[in-house]
């Protein structure tokens, strides 16, 4: 089907297949289309359907409670279309090429390597039919028979032509994809993987001091910001803070990894984990000991340690929506941090 996209900016077309979102669509072809999550929530890839059969999956998606469906009003992550269709998007920044980063694309990726990391957080890995490119903080979106709708989940490893993405999965009652995940041996499945998407990235070229502020599985991209920096030796030249909010020593996880990453940097990467409902009462921690403790929420750990030094600072925060605008509010009235130098992602 052949999709006309209208803008503020200019006329945009592109094909889209059978099944395939109209966001997804768009991006694939390179055509920047505004969105956050890719997954229903956040209503930033709204659009009109002009002309055409196109169709919403998710009608209770949470991002499209302030849609007019009536006058065709649509989530482009949500909607599919039967025939060619004309939209328009109320946006004057949509091109046809990216600026920076990867054009995403759709593979498909096996299961493999799933394992308990707390009695809520999975790791697994997925090997990839095909090599993905994707810059260190970035997410992409998994779907699969078992579950109705895609699921954002942000890469915990980092590499160039990568053959396996990581991840890390915090299991939330009642939730679809965490039911399934967490409920049978999903080892060796299938799943359907689109992206890399996001814009929570890190780009060793910029040559800033980087501030991560990760709540719970949240820490996924910062351990790919982690990883890609340790690769190319970012902290011999700058500096890095981050903050890893869990609720007890219990819920934590990836300790040896970080501590790892702790020990490659040096003195310019300081890693600190939050503990929100614990006092652990030590200022390092009794087995790793390059990481350090502190109690309370982990923005308010964050806004202790950083004071005086956003010199040069890009923050980087993920993790439950709460937490995010709790962090993003200490990076502002702080750290005086430009909207522009804070780049984050809400997990809804
Ligand atoms: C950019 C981004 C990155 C994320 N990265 C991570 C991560 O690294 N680790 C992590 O643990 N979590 C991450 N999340 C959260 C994750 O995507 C899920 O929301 C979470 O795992 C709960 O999923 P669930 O299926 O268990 O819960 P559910 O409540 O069943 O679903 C949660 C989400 O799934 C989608 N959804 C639900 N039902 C439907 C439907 N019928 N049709 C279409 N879509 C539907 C919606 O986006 C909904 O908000 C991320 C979220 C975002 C936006
Ligand atoms: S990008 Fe579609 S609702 Fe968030």
Redesign the pocket.
């Known amino acids: 089907m052949k999709i006309t996209v209208q803008t503020k900016g200019g006329q945009f077309e592109y094909d889209v297949d059978t099944g395939e979102t109209l966001l997804a669509g768009a991006l694939r072809n390179g055509i920047t289309l505004p969105y ?7 209503g930033t890839c709204r659009g009109r359907i002009m002309t055409g059969d196109c169709h919403m ?2 009608d ?3 991002g499209a409670a302030r849609l007019k469906r009536e006058k065709g009003d649509c989530l482009l992550c ?1 909607t599919t279309a039967t025939s060619d269709a004309l939209v328009r998007v109320p946006s004057s920044k949509v091109t046809d090429h990216f600026e920076r980063g990867h054009v995403p694309c759709h593979c498909k990726g096996t299961l493999t390597n799933s394992r308990m990391l707390t009695h809520d957080v999975m790791h697994f890995d997925l090997v990839l039919d095909r090599p993905l490119n994707f810059d260190a903080g970035q ?1 992409v979106t998994l779907s699969c028979d078992q ?8 890469m ?1 490893n980092y590499a160039a032509d990568a053959q396996i993405l990581s ?6 009652p ?6 399934w ?1 967490f409920g049978e041996d999903v080892d060796g499945t299938e799943v359907s993987v689109f992206g890399a ?2 814009a929570a990235t890190f780009y060793p070229e910029e040559d800033r001091n980087i501030i991560c502020i990760g709540g ?3 820490i ?2 910062m351990m790919s910001i982690l990883d890609r920096a340790c690769q190319e030796k970012y902290f011999t030249d700058h500096a890095g803070h981050v903050f890893f909010g869990v609720r007890t020593m219990a819920d934590s996880f990836y300790l040896a990894e970080l501590a790892s990453f702790a020990e490659q940097a040096g003195e310019n990467l300081s890693i600190t984990v939050a503990l929100s409902d614990e006092d652990p009462g030590l200022k390092r921690h009794p087995e790793f000991d390059a990481l350090k403790l502190d109690t309370g929420f982990v923005h308010e750990a964050a806004s202790r340690a950083m004071a005086g030094r956003y010199d040069n600072a890009i923050g980087y925060v ?1 993790g439950p929506p709460p937490m995010v605008d709790a962090s993003l509010r200490v990076l502002v009235a702080d750290g005086k941090l430009p909207v522009s130098d804070i780049r984050y ?4």
């Open positions: 956050e999550c890719a997954t229903g929530t956040c999956g998710w209770e998606a949470p949500q997410f579950v109705v709708g895609a699921r954002a989940y942000s915990v991840f890390v999965v915090k299991h939330l009642g939730g679809g994809f965490g039911d995940l998407l996001g719970g599985s949240g996924a991209g993920a992602d809400k997990f809804s």
